[in-house]
């Protein structure tokens, strides 16, 4: 049972343009809802998080926005640059979990093109 | 402040064998989760340890087990291997336990091979 979905295996964008990436997640338990970034041969990076309280978060080129009532949250990177090709995962945390326990989706290979 | 560190980076086990992985977190965090990420399954929860404590597990076998040392460093070992334990797993750290709204920091991962 995959809590936590992204249904785009990749996407490519072109530099500049902005990218869109995309998370539904079926568990209404989940409250809290991260991005990771991640490179080949390196662990995934923290991007940027969203409490189910708010359904924006911005910091810097990065965006998240969340719909509770759809269970779907995305990223927007804008502008998009080469050095932002890599996979992003989205994941989520339920209230119900003490600790740090995260639901990862499968990824989304992002390509951006000079 | 150095960042979370796993060794070895690349280990080949042969099936049946037992294998230890080793995590330092970053100075100061006291939570250690473990991940394993594999093709077909992505990113998964193994368990977490908190003041050498296991807080949370996942849903993976008794032969997937872990401990956490008083300086917080910890070990995930993997009893009598099998061709499906192939994967990156990954060490994640976090300052405080129960710190879901705060970022986990992960290492490089250690890149097992069972053959």
């Known amino acids: 049972d995959q809590q936590v979905k992204q249904n785009s295996p990749s996407l490519s964008v072109q530099e500049g343009r902005i990218s869109i990436l995309n998370c539904d997640y079926t568990n209404s338990m989940f409250d809290y809802f991260l991005w990771y970034k991640k490179y080949p041969a390196e662990g995934p990076t923290f991007l940027i998080s969203?409490?189910?309280?708010?359904d924006k978060n911005e910091d810097g080129r990065f965006t998240v926005f969340l719909n509770k009532s759809a269970k779907h949250l995305s990223l927007h990177i804008v502008p998009s640059q080469p050095g932002d090709s890599a996979v992003y995962f989205c994941?989520?945390?339920?209230?119900?979990?003490?600790?740090?326990?995260?639901?990862f989706g499968e990824g989304t290979q992002l390509t951006v093109n000079p | 402040k150095a960042g979370v560190t796993q060794t070895p980076r690349y280990l080949i086990k042969t099936r049946g064998q037992q294998v230890t992985l080793s995590c330092s977190p970053i100075?100061?965090?006291?939570?250690v989760s473990w991940y394993q990420q594999t093709p077909g399954q992505g990113l998964q929860f193994l368990f977490e340890?908190?003041?050498?404590?296991?807080?949370n597990k996942g849903n993976f076998p008794g032969r997937f087990s872990g401990r956490q040392f008083s300086n917080s460093r910890s070990e995930m070992n993997v009893s009598t291997l099998e061709l499906g334990d192939s994967a990156l797993y990954l060490c994640?750290?976090?300052?405080?336990?129960?710190?879901?709204?705060?970022?986990?920091?992960f290492g490089p991962g250690t890149r097992l091979t069972v053959t």
């Open positions: 969203i409490s189910s309280i708010k």
């Open positions: 100075s100061g965090h006291r939570s």
């Open positions: 340890y908190f003041s050498e404590t296991q807080r």
């Open positions: 994640a750290s976090s300052p405080y336990r129960g710190a879901r709204h705060v970022e986990q920091y």
């Open positions: 994941a989520a945390s339920a209230q119900e979990t003490s600790g740090s326990r995260l639901t």
